[in-house]
């Protein structure tokens, strides 16, 4: 196993310091070790996250190689050629485990983003007090973008949040956290092979949650009532003013009837499950409330703003893989797991071989499974 930095790096160096997991701790399980402390309903931060895969290393005796950077893999003969920063590999199989979120995605107009407003990627946030006084425009309102909204606006500052395609849901849903339901109804376990539109799915935004003590849902409501302004995508950068697309109202009830749809699906199961008698009542929530005028423009250069948060996403880097299996977007085909290449496999990307493979809990059946793929196709070679 080849690491570039030290183990967990991604939750050492590329996380904000105030991130908590929006998995409950019970959640977080790893082949042979779960959360045994005493908060399993909580959420972990990212130093916990950081120990508890440190901790999941040794337990597990990984044989992690760490400092290595892998600057080129290429297909030679039956195998691959792995060229890293210690030296030269041959390989017969490669499992690309190098992470879903490896560099935020920004969208090219912030170049034309005056000199005069700071821009911030989560890579580069910390905390607030690292921005210049004034407001903020915070881009993108899934996990990332409406946890650092709610941060900047908790600081005193005015913040301007532009909102995309989102995925809204409570914290809780009729006692209980709406990631249980996700794993109790079952589904988190629809298959890769299941799922209608499973581009789509790969490419769907995190849930608008966060993990507080206090089990916070963290909505546009929620935010709005905190004094955020709400306006649409931003689409462009003209003569120095952000545009931002009109249709708010829309998207605003696409997600309410999405997050319903899920809900109904919850109940559904609750009732055929004999759940129903155990969890509260069924609940439904108050819509997304539109705002009365949301603004089409913003003047970049008036000084409303002194920074910009790009939370538009993250993607994955596959700069260093020298064989033609990543697509025009950047993202790698693959088949559950096998990609398109011969003794090649990946694991940890989105909706892989189920749901729930977006998260840590899905690993350890996807590693199953695509490690049970490898040992087959070795041991067919080894034979013939
Ligand atoms: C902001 C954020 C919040 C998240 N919150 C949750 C959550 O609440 N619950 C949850 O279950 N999941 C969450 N996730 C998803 C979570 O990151 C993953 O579940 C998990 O960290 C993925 O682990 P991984 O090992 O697949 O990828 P990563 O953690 O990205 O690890 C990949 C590793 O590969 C190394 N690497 C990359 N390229 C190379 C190379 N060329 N050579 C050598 N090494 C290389 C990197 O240094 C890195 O250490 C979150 C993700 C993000 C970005």
Known sequence: MLERGEVANSWRRERWDSLRLL???????????RYEGPDPDGYMTAGE???FIERFAKVSGAPVRVGVNVTSVRRVGDGYHVTTSRGEI?????????GACNQPA????SDAVPASVEQLTPFGYHGPGQLPDGGVLVVGASATGVQLAAELRQSGRPVILSVGEHVRLPRMYRGRDVLWWMDASGVWDQRYDEVEDLTRARRLPSPQLVGTPERTTLDLNALASMGVELVGRWAAVRAGRALFSGGLRNMFSLADLKMERLLDTFDEWAKTD???????PPERFAPTRVPE??????DLRSGEIRAVVWATGFRPDYGWLDVPVVDA???????????DSPGLYALGLPVLRRRRSTFMCGIED?????IGHLARSLAERIRS
Not at 23 to 33: A, C, I, V, Y
Not at 293 to 298: E, G, H, N, T, W
Not at 366 to 370: G, I, L, Q, S, T
């Open 329 to 339: 977007k950047g993202h790698l085909n693959h088949e559950g797991g096998v990609v």
């Open 90 to 98: 041959h390989a017969r199989a490669v499992v690309i485990a190098s």
């Open 274 to 280: 004999g759940y129903d008698a155990e969890a509260g």
């Open 106 to 109: 920004v969208p090219p107009f």
């Open 366 to 370: 996807d590693a199953r499974e695509v």
């Open 49 to 51: 996250v950081t120990e």
């Open 293 to 298: 005028s949301a603004r089409l423009q913003l």
């Open 23 to 33: 998995t409950p701790n019970w959640q977080s399980r790893l082949p042979g070790l």
